[in-house]
């Protein structure tokens, strides 16, 4: 299977930092990409898809560059809450289907 | 706002026992997956499901995991004889397309003794 490569981290930041998060996925038959966030020994929830054109949810952007086979993820003024798990889920064509491969997640620390 | 909803939450089981867990998917989605996270490690694809057949599984989904769709609406990942390696967390997720968004289940942790 296809691999999608992210940093763990942890990455520690204190309230009001940005911070951004990369990921790198080999298939290039990729076709929709997000990312996720999932808090301690919860399930992942959708934070934004990621567009070519980039897109932008208050405080989060997040870019496609299918070039280069990477997506990222900025995160501006940093929250307490913000503090959890970042998925990259990238959607590639493998066997005939799409399936939506996770990376290891990258953690994120938010201290005061 | 519609959810899909995973039962039991916590499972605990006995090496060599079978395991059933459910999951109601979103009514309107045409795509089901199931994904396992053992403790620590990353989210792993196990099997899609569309159109009332498997489309797609992984190298864990071996002959021991099987699932169906018994009524059209449960949607059920029945593991025949655990072994201890399969205490993880397991998700149920659904979506409306085949390339869009994953919506998850709570999930249902299985502990194998």
């Known amino acids: 299977r296809k691999e999608v490569e992210q940093d763990p981290g942890p990455f520690n930041v204190p309230e009001g930092a940005t911070v951004a998060f990369n990921c790198t996925y080999s298939?290039?038959?990729?076709?929709?990409f997000f990312w996720y966030r999932q808090d301690c020994r919860k399930e992942p929830k959708l934070l934004m898809s990621v567009y070519s054109s980039g897109n932008e949810d208050g405080r989060f952007t997040a870019q496609l560059n299918r070039a280069s086979q990477y997506i990222s993820l900025l995160i501006r003024d940093s929250k307490l809450s913000d503090s959890a798990t970042y998925l990259c889920?990238?959607?590639?064509?493998?066997?005939?289907?799409?399936?939506?491969?996770f990376g290891r997640g990258t953690s994120l620390i938010v201290h005061p | 706002e519609p959810e899909v909803t995973q039962t039991p939450s916590h499972q605990v089981t006995q090496m060599g026992q079978e395991v059933i867990l459910r999951c109601v998917p979103i009514s309107n989605h045409l795509y089901f997956y199931w994904y396992r996270q053992i403790l620590g490690q990353k989210v792993e694809f196990l099997v899609s499901?569309?159109?009332?057949?498997?489309?797609?599984k992984s190298e864990i989904f071996d002959d021991q995991f099987s699932v169906e769709r018994p009524d059209g609406s449960n949607f059920t990942l029945k593991i025949r004889s655990t072994k201890l390696e399969d205490s993880a967390m397991y998700f149920c997720?659904?979506?409306?397309?085949?390339?869009?968004?994953?919506?998850f289940g709570e999930g249902s942790r299985l502990t194998v003794l």
């Open positions: 499901f569309y159109n009332n057949e498997i489309s797609e």
């Open positions: 298939n290039s038959a990729s076709q929709s």
């Open positions: 889920v990238v959607n590639a064509l493998e066997g005939g289907s799409y399936i939506p491969t």
């Open positions: 997720a659904s979506s409306e397309t085949y390339t869009g968004e994953l919506f």
